[in-house]
């Protein structure tokens, strides 16, 4: 049963860059593709990117100029990171998988639990 | 302002049905884009629903069902129980805007 965790600071300065991991605790992060969900107090989900290990990267257009993901296939991990963060980048972070083997979009179908990023001085 | 548009809330006595709507356009569902939907508890991650406009993964109860027509969705849920209140999500993918996109989420309140 594949497992997300995700990790990294909680709270992050204005101007600043936040750094998420997501470890994947089995199975191959090879086969399928890895998404960064966010989701701001008391609102609903935002989609910040998708990245498959061939290097196939697609992310949000409203945030692709501040948006980075990168996969590590020997760590079995993948990376967020928001550069020049403002309060309205506070949000749960959800590192997620889509459902079908080599298919974007298929339906996120295992979520880490989040992590609670706050942007603040 | 979402691209994908949901009723804010939607509810219902128990054992009754409800129908969350899922509008969106002729660059995403109505371009034979699947539409996935989830269910989010309080507090907690949010659950894949339905896969594929009318698919449920393992485990779901079939008192879920999805549907697509044209450039709606909807997402039923019979025989409501207290255990369903919750916060659900359509999703899909958008050509124009090329990126996944979230409807802004419906409250099912059980009476």
């Known amino acids: 049963q594949v497992q997300l965790q995700e990790s990294g600071p909680g709270l992050v300065k204005p101007s600043e860059t936040l750094s998420l991991n997501c470890n994947v605790s089995?199975?191959?992060?090879?086969?399928?593709?890895w998404s960064w969900i966010r989701q701001p107090p008391g609102k609903g989900l935002e989609w910040i990117g998708f990245?498959?290990?061939?290097?196939?990267?697609n992310y949000n257009p409203s945030l692709k100029s501040r948006v980075t993901m990168s996969l590590d296939t020997s760590k079995n991990q993948f990376s967020l990171k928001l550069r020049s963060v403002t309060a309205a980048d506070t949000a749960v972070y959800y590192c997620t998988r889509d459902s079908m083997v080599k298919t974007p979009v298929s339906g996120f179908d295992v979520w880490g639990r989040g992590t609670t990023v706050t942007v603040s001085s | 302002q979402s691209v994908l548009t949901q009723p804010p809330s939607v509810s219902g006595a128990p054992g009754q049905r409800a129908t969350i709507s899922c509008t969106g356009s002729s660059s995403n569902i109505g371009a034979n884009f699947d539409v996935h939907w989830y269910q989010q508890l309080p507090g907690t991650a949010p659950k894949l629903l339905i896969y594929g406009n009318n698919n449920r993964p393992s485990g779901v109860p079939d008192r879920f069902s999805g549907s697509k027509s044209d450039t709606s969705a909807s997402l039923a849920i019979t025989g409501l129980q207290a255990e369903d209140e919750a916060d659900y999500y359509c999703?899909?993918?958008?050509?124009?805007?090329?990126?996944?996109?979230f409807g802004g989420g419906t409250k099912v309140t059980v009476l």
């Open positions: 089995s199975g191959s992060i090879s086969e399928y593709y």
């Open positions: 990245i498959f290990h061939t290097g196939s990267i």
């Open positions: 999703q899909s993918y958008d050509s124009s805007l090329n990126g996944v996109i």
